[in-house]
């Protein structure tokens, strides 16, 4: 069992930052590697980036590479998006989710526990 809860979405202009807060609920990670997906209106859910336990080994679409930062504190039981420099197309509800031991995938299906989801907006 776990319940993931995410904080740190809001309005925000063309360039601004934002870091969104995943916190594990209940019990720990325990060992899991963490993501991040997004979903804007009318599009499927998309890969954002995503973490291994240690935070040994990280993924991020190609989109975002250069300007976001996935970190994860395991005593706080939190992983972190740090989101740089961005953009409208940025603009979806991001969900974090646990995944694999030692692995990093992108496709949605391999991760198991998601949390609500919080929005992020960017104006234009």
């Known amino acids: 069992q776990a319940q993931l809860v995410e904080s740190g979405g809001g309005l925000v202009q063309t360039g601004g930052s934002l870091r969104l807060s995943c916190t594990a609920s209940?019990?720990?990670?325990?060992?899991?590697?963490m993501g991040w997906f997004r979903q804007a209106p009318g599009k499927e859910r998309e890969f954002v980036a995503a973490?291994?336990?240690?935070?040994?080994?990280?993924n991020y679409a190609d989109s975002v590479k250069g300007r976001f930062t996935i970190s994860r504190d395991n005593a706080k039981n939190t992983v972190y998006l740090q989101m740089n420099s961005l953009k409208p197309e940025d603009t979806a509800v991001y969900y974090c989710a646990t995944g694999p031991t030692g692995r990093v995938p992108t496709r949605s299906f391999e991760y198991k526990y998601w949390g609500q989801g919080t929005q992020v907006t960017v104006s234009s």
């Open positions: 209940g019990r720990t990670f325990s060992g899991y590697s």
């Open positions: 973490i291994t336990w240690s935070g040994g080994i990280t």
